[in-house]
């Protein structure tokens, strides 16, 4: 009976983890993070139900939709090291299962959003939720403008926070967007050059350039990272009347751009694996340190 529960307790433990593999857990976290911080660009005043909801519905869209997008996979993810042992990919849990769970999961976070921020909310997790799973999960073994189409979705979380807080659209919300856009295209192309042969076994073509990692891309890497700098400065620049930010917050921002860009340049003179590594560190801090900046500056 003992032995039996046990057995029980540990495949309870398992699927647990698994599900928290499929929502790709760290990462559906970080894209909360983004979001309340969006939220606190919009309003100084905490509602409670509001965040909640935000965070909730968040969290469940994200996880949901990384767990569509592995189910999607399966076939590609068993091909590549880093990916190889996901559940569904590793076969520990039935592509209809994991479909199913982060379908529901994705559609109950969308239904939140919708009932308790605003139609204009659950709109966006919507579109966010469609355009992720069904036209940038396909096109990364077509094209690399997969990462111009996944750059939208990534991109709302901020704004999503922003409109929960302030129940509006403006100039505000959209420098956000942007800000986290523009963001995207150092950060993933640094990821693509460093996990490029591993993705090549998957059939994935994420860097800027059919020919891989080559000085072209290098050079793309380095130019979208000088692009973010005076994009993270808007915040500061605009509205010209009342700044979001000011001038602690944009010195935060401009600093970890100039950072970034510095290593971007370093991978366009040498083309080395361990600089790309290095961009893709740098990128890893600049988002938190960038928004954190914004929140506290905006709120002192």
């Known amino acids: 009976m003992k032995e039996s529960t046990a057995i029980a307790t540990a495949s309870g433990t398992t699927w647990i983890r698994d599900v928290a593999a499929l929502f790709k857990m760290r990462l559906t976290l970080l894209v909360v993070i983004?979001?309340?911080?969006?939220?606190?660009m919009g309003t100084s005043s905490?509602?409670?139900?509001?965040?909640?909801?935000?965070?909730?519905?968040?969290?469940?869209?994200?996880?949901?939709s990384n767990g569509v997008n592995q189910v999607l996979e399966r076939r590609f993810d068993r091909l590549m090291h880093r990916t190889r042992t996901r559940p569904v990919a590793a076969g520990r849990m039935e592509p209809v299962e994991g479909f199913l769970i982060s379908a529901l999961a994705a559609v109950a976070g969308i239904a939140i959003l919708w009932i308790m921020i605003?139609?204009?909310?659950?709109?966006?997790?919507?579109?966010?939720?469609?355009?992720y799973a069904f036209i940038y999960t396909p096109m990364k073994r077509v094209s690399g403008l997969a990462v111009f189409i996944g750059a939208f979705p990534g991109a709302i979380p901020p704004l999503l926070g922003y409109?929960?807080?302030?129940?509006?659209?403006?100039?505000?919300?959209?420098?956000?967007f942007a800000v986290q856009f523009m963001w995207q295209f150092p950060h993933f192309?640094?990821?693509?050059?460093?996990?490029?042969e591993d993705?090549?076994?998957?059939?994935y073509r994420l860097l800027p350039f059919a020919e891989g990692r080559s000085r072209r891309s290098a050079f793309q890497i380095f130019i979208y990272s000088l692009f973010l700098i005076p994009v993270?400065?808007?915040?500061?620049?605009?509205?010209?009347?009342?700044?979001?930010?000011?001038?602690?917050?944009?010195?935060?921002?401009?600093?970890?751009?100039?950072?970034?860009?510095?290593?971007?340049?370093?991978?366009?003179r040498t083309?080395?694996?361990?600089d790309a590594r290095k961009v893709m560190f740098a990128s890893f801090f600049y988002l938190p340190l960038v928004q954190l900046a914004y929140v506290l500056d905006k709120l002192s």
Do not use: N, Q
């Open 34 to 40: 983004s979001a309340v911080l969006g939220y606190y």
């Open 46 to 64: 905490t509602h409670v139900t509001t965040l909640i909801a935000l965070c909730a519905g968040g969290f469940l869209l994200t996880g949901g």
């Open 118 to 131: 605003g139609t204009s909310a659950g709109v966006l997790g919507l579109s966010a939720f469609l355009s």
């Open 163 to 176: 409109l929960a807080g302030t129940h509006d659209y403006g100039l505000e919300a959209g420098l956000l």
């Open 189 to 196: 192309w640094a990821i693509a050059w460093v996990a490029h």
């Open 199 to 203: 993705y090549e076994r998957g059939g």
């Open 232 to 268: 993270s400065l808007l915040p500061w620049a605009l509205p010209a009347h009342a700044p979001m930010v000011g001038t602690w917050g944009a010195l935060v921002a401009g600093t970890c751009g100039v950072a970034m860009a510095w290593y971007a340049w370093k991978l366009y």
């Open 271 to 274: 083309c080395d694996v361990k």
